[in-house]
Protein backbone atom coordinates (compact mmCIF):
# COMPACT_ATOMS: atom_id res chain seq x y z
CA UNK A 1 0.00 0.00 0.00
CA UNK A 2 1.38 3.90 -0.78
CA UNK A 3 2.20 5.99 1.84
CA UNK A 4 1.00 9.70 2.22
CA UNK A 5 3.91 11.46 1.28
CA UNK A 6 2.79 14.29 3.85
CA UNK A 7 2.50 12.32 7.35
CA UNK A 8 3.72 8.51 6.01
CA UNK A 9 1.09 6.82 7.03
CA UNK A 10 -0.69 4.03 5.41
CA UNK A 11 -3.05 4.95 2.46
CA UNK A 12 -5.80 1.96 3.36
CA UNK A 13 -8.22 2.26 0.54
CA UNK A 14 -7.51 3.54 -3.74
CA UNK A 15 -9.54 6.66 -4.88
CA UNK A 16 -12.54 6.16 -6.85
CA UNK A 17 -11.33 7.49 -9.43
CA UNK A 18 -7.37 8.23 -9.71
CA UNK A 19 -7.97 11.45 -12.20
CA UNK A 20 -9.44 13.30 -9.07
CA UNK A 21 -7.56 14.22 -5.68
CA UNK A 22 -8.43 12.90 -2.50
CA UNK A 23 -7.26 13.59 1.12
CA UNK A 24 -5.12 11.16 3.39
CA UNK A 25 -7.45 10.04 6.20
CA UNK A 26 -4.77 10.54 9.06
CA UNK A 27 -3.29 13.71 8.03
CA UNK A 28 -6.22 15.38 5.93
CA UNK A 29 -3.64 16.43 3.44
CA UNK A 30 -5.03 16.79 -0.22
CA UNK A 31 -3.13 14.63 -2.67
CA UNK A 32 -3.39 13.13 -6.15
CA UNK A 33 -2.04 10.42 -8.23
CA UNK A 34 0.34 10.95 -10.93
CA UNK A 35 -2.28 12.80 -13.72
CA UNK A 36 -0.14 10.79 -16.40
CA UNK A 37 -0.56 7.47 -15.28
CA UNK A 38 -4.46 8.08 -14.33
CA UNK A 39 -5.03 8.78 -17.88
CA UNK A 40 -2.94 6.01 -19.44
CA UNK A 41 -5.49 3.85 -17.08
CA UNK A 42 -8.62 5.61 -18.08
CA UNK A 43 -7.93 5.12 -21.86
CA UNK A 44 -7.13 1.49 -21.49
CA UNK A 45 -10.22 0.60 -19.44
CA UNK A 46 -12.50 2.23 -22.35
CA UNK A 47 -9.90 0.43 -24.86
CA UNK A 48 -9.88 -3.13 -23.40
CA UNK A 49 -13.70 -2.43 -22.63
CA UNK A 50 -14.29 -2.31 -26.96
CA UNK A 51 -11.40 -4.16 -27.87
CA UNK A 52 -12.13 -7.75 -26.73
CA UNK A 53 -15.76 -7.73 -27.58
CA UNK A 54 -17.27 -7.23 -23.99
CA UNK A 55 -19.67 -4.39 -25.05
CA UNK A 56 -19.94 -2.21 -28.19
CA UNK A 57 -18.55 1.41 -27.58
CA UNK A 58 -22.33 3.06 -26.66
CA UNK A 59 -24.68 3.08 -24.25
CA UNK A 60 -24.95 3.12 -20.53
CA UNK A 61 -24.01 -0.30 -20.23
CA UNK A 62 -20.28 -0.02 -21.90
CA UNK A 63 -19.56 3.17 -19.66
CA UNK A 64 -20.45 1.16 -16.79
CA UNK A 65 -17.91 -1.76 -18.00
CA UNK A 66 -15.26 1.15 -18.61
CA UNK A 67 -15.96 1.42 -15.19
CA UNK A 68 -15.59 -1.61 -13.73
CA UNK A 69 -12.45 -2.10 -15.80
CA UNK A 70 -10.98 1.40 -14.82
CA UNK A 71 -11.70 0.80 -10.78
CA UNK A 72 -9.96 -2.67 -11.28
CA UNK A 73 -6.75 -1.39 -12.69
CA UNK A 74 -6.49 1.38 -10.46
CA UNK A 75 -7.30 -1.25 -7.23
CA UNK A 76 -4.26 -3.26 -8.87
CA UNK A 77 -1.85 -0.60 -9.52
CA UNK A 78 -2.80 0.69 -5.80
CA UNK A 79 -2.14 -2.43 -3.86
CA UNK A 80 1.07 -3.15 -6.40
CA UNK A 81 2.88 0.24 -5.17
CA UNK A 82 2.61 1.45 -8.68
CA UNK A 83 0.37 4.53 -7.81
CA UNK A 84 2.17 6.34 -5.67
CA UNK A 85 0.29 9.89 -5.11
CA UNK A 86 1.99 13.48 -4.90
CA UNK A 87 0.43 15.54 -2.63
CA UNK A 88 -1.84 18.36 -4.43
CA UNK A 89 -3.08 21.77 -3.95
CA UNK A 90 -6.89 21.91 -4.58
CA UNK A 91 -6.30 25.80 -5.88
CA UNK A 92 -3.27 25.35 -8.72
CA UNK A 93 -6.78 23.74 -10.81
CA UNK A 94 -8.24 27.27 -10.42
CA UNK A 95 -5.03 29.37 -10.97
CA UNK A 96 -5.37 30.60 -7.07
CA UNK A 97 -1.74 29.60 -6.51
CA UNK A 98 0.75 31.70 -4.90
CA UNK A 99 0.42 35.40 -4.91
CA UNK A 100 -2.89 34.59 -7.60
CA UNK A 101 -5.19 34.03 -4.38
CA UNK A 102 -7.30 36.99 -3.12
CA UNK A 103 -7.26 37.07 0.60
CA UNK A 104 -10.56 37.92 2.09
Known amino acids: MPLCPLCN ?4 KPPEDA ?7 NCGGALKAPSGLAKVLFWVS ?3 SG ?3 LVPLDGEFSS ?3 GT ?8 FWKANLLRP ?7 S ?4 GSNRNPR
Open 51 to 53: RFG
Open 19 to 25: REWFRCQ
Open 94 to 97: LGLT
Open 64 to 66: SVA
Open 86 to 92: EPYSPYS
Open 69 to 76: IYAALTGF
Open 9 to 12: CDLG
Open 46 to 48: IFA
